[in-house]
């Protein structure tokens, strides 16, 4: 958890807009299914929402370029821990990011708890915060989320 924040390969504030006809997205987006029934998924007047968890890094920005480039109307969630000074760094690219983006961005503070496993502790706390059903992105190694 000591890590200090780096924004993935190639991403700026001013990254472009993600959209399905790009062709990496296009391939991408062919694998993986949004599916509208889903809990973290809602409708208004016919149009889809999607809740993300983002936390600016690959995995995460990568689940909010695909969600973007549904075209659904797209929420992100951001959780500072507050256990590092770059949290705040991280927040701010992540809420310019999807300022840019055209998503609305959401920042949830938490309190950590006092004990053993830190990771897990964090990992409570996002969760006791994020919306029900919230998708999050990991890579395929990833065991604990």
Known sequence: MNQKFARPPGFSRDAPTPVAGEPRLAALLERCTFD???QGTTHDAGEVHLEVAFSGGADSTALLALAVATGARVRAHH?????RVESVEEAS???SLCAHWGV???CHSVSVADGADLERRCRDARRSVLPRGCLTGHTADDQAE
């Open 36 to 38: 509208p029934n889903a």
């Open 79 to 83: 959780v500072d821990h507050g256990l």
């Open 93 to 95: 690219f992540v809420e």
């Open 104 to 106: 609305e961005f959401v």
